[in-house]
Nanobody, 122 residues
């Protein structure tokens, strides 16, 4: 099993910055991709950013956050980060850490953290 714990959320002003952390534990050896999703009230959960677990560390971002958010990982600390620069009010949401096990057969297993609230407001 894989356990994910997010931290770092809170209130941030537009133009400020915030860094979210996701600490992973358990059987993480099979995880292929880790990422951040978010869900605003009344909205569906959407992908914010993702990073592969291999040595390449390829990243993928939602168009709405490109140039403002940066995803990174520290394999030694088993932690994934989301650096949020110049956040906007529309970035307000609960942010969830995600870990994905993907096999070539198409089998996929997702693990989720409990979520951390990010509120962007003056």
């Amino acid at each position: 099993q894989v356990q994910l714990v997010e931290s770092g959320g809170g209130l941030v002003q537009p133009g400020g910055s915030l860094r979210l952390s996701c600490a992973a534990s358990g059987s993480i050896f099979s995880i292929n991709v880790m990422g951040w999703y978010r869900q605003a009230p009344g909205k569906e959960r959407e992908l914010v950013a993702a990073i592969t677990s291999d040595s390449d560390g390829s990243t993928n971002y939602a168009d709405s956050v490109k140039g403002r958010f940066t995803i990174s990982r520290d394999n030694a600390k088993k932690t994934v980060y989301l650096q949020m620069n110049s956040p906007k009010p529309e970035d307000t949401a609960v942010y969830f850490c995600n870990a994905r096990w993907l096999r070539s057969s198409g089998y996929r297993k997702d693990y989720w953290g409990q979520g951390t609230q990010v509120t962007v407001s003056s």
